[in-house]
């Protein structure tokens, strides 16, 4: 059993030794009866569509009007290791996919990615199944639509998200540093994305492709030679624009625009040799996912452009309350 901020996790075992997951909701709002919704009902999607495995659903509810008086889900249990905990997990290896197995892993993971990635849908929101079985956008909690153009979509988030640190707690992390550039950049990053979506006219029309909100190697089951046997976790899941198509986050990377210019060489190359094994990864990863594309080359056009990886990493930066160089970033777009 694992008790997180917002749910309660329990491993059912029955007398023929299957095992279930039981996932009980800690809190009860609207916003969290549709993510559940959302949830379930891109995990039908993915089994439908694509070759890869998520749990199936054996039963849920989405608010507390039924017997247990909570909301939950029932589903299957991956037999596995999340690639976290593999290999002896984050004792041993410190959160990092042990290098002997890196070429599998990310081999197996791009072509999960494509299969995602090629999930497309004319608006950009979360995933709504009907009676009838067929699949639709609808909003996002919070924000609202489901939106026709990245233009749209990017307006109504500099709309509505929030910088979660006050003003005292950023001048406290910054002593020593630009922290007046830094605060000035973080107020104005909201009304700039605006601006940069205003005049946005490449790739501002669908179709627009499925995105896993967490796509971490905790999130990815993978057996013993660390090829992977499914994806979990698919809350917050949606269509985004492309470009807010990234990395796994086990590969995404502070942008050189973000960070500070003394982290980097002459030539441009970080002075962090664990970053610079990073820039390697990633450019092995983008082959991978160049090898294993067929329709199209969508994805692997995502990540090798740079301005949009930037973009999109520091949307994700801000909402999480990281502190960098955001007018940096605009500048570049």
């Given amino acids: 059993m694992t008790n997180g901020l917002h749910n309660l996790v329990c491993?059912?075992?029955?007398?023929?030794?299957?095992?279930?997951?039981?996932?009980?909701?800690l809190h009860r709002s609207a916003a969290d009866s549709a993510k559940?919704?959302?949830?379930?009902?891109?995990?039908?999607?993915?089994?439908?569509k694509s070759k890869f495995l998520v749990p199936r659903v054996f039963a849920y509810e989405i608010d507390d009007k039924n017997p247990v008086g909570v909301p939950f889900i029932?589903?299957?249990?991956?037999?596995?290791?999340?690639?976290?905990?593999a290999a002896g997990g984050y004792d041993v290896h410190r959160g990092q996919i042990p290098f002997a197995y890196r070429q599998i892993f990310y081999r197996s993971v791009a072509e999960c990615h494509v299969q995602i990635t090629a999930l497309r849908f004319s608006k950009i929101g979360t995933v709504v199944r009907s009676g009838e079985g067929e699949y639709n956008i609808g909003p996002f909690p919070g924000i609202g639509g489901p939106f026709d153009s990245a233009t749209s979509f990017l307006e109504a988030w500099a709309e509505h998200i929030r910088f979660p640190l006050e003003k005292h707690r950023i001048l406290e992390m910054m002593k020593g540093g630009p922290a007046q550039r830094v605060l000035t950049a973080i107020n104005e990053f909201p009304s700039?994305?605006?601006?940069?979506?205003?005049?946005?006219?490449?790739n501002n029309h669908g179709p627009f492709p499925l995105c896993h909100a967490d796509f971490l190697h905790s999130n990815i089951v993978v057996n013993e030679s660390f090829?992977?046997?499914?994806?979990?976790?698919?809350?917050?899941?949606?269509?985004?624009?492309?470009?807010?198509?990234?990395?796994?986050?086990?590969?995404?990377?502070?942008?050189i625009s973000f960070d500070s210019p003394d982290n980097y060489d002459e030539d441009g190359q970080p002075v962090d040799g664990q970053q610079r094994q990073q820039w390697k990864d990633r450019e092995d990863y983008v082959q991978m996912v160049e090898s294993v594309e067929h329709k199209d080359h969508v994805l692997s056009r995502c990540l090798r452009d740079e301005r949009s990886l930037a973009l999109a990493y520091s949307m994700m930066a801000y909402k999480n309350g990281k502190l960098g160089f955001y007018d940096k970033v605009i500048d570049e777009q």
């Fill in 74 to 85: 029932l589903m299957e249990f991956l037999p596995g290791n999340t690639a976290m905990d």
């Fill in 36 to 48: 559940l919704r959302n949830e379930v009902d891109t995990m039908h999607l993915i089994r439908e």
């Fill in 227 to 255: 090829r992977v046997l499914g994806i979990i976790d698919w809350e917050g899941a949606c269509t985004l624009p492309l470009q807010l198509v990234t990395f796994p986050g086990f590969l995404n990377v502070m942008p």
């Fill in 11 to 25: 491993i059912l075992q029955f007398s023929d030794q299957t095992r279930w997951v039981a996932r009980i909701g």
């Fill in 192 to 202: 700039q994305i605006k601006a940069v979506a205003r005049r946005m006219s490449c």
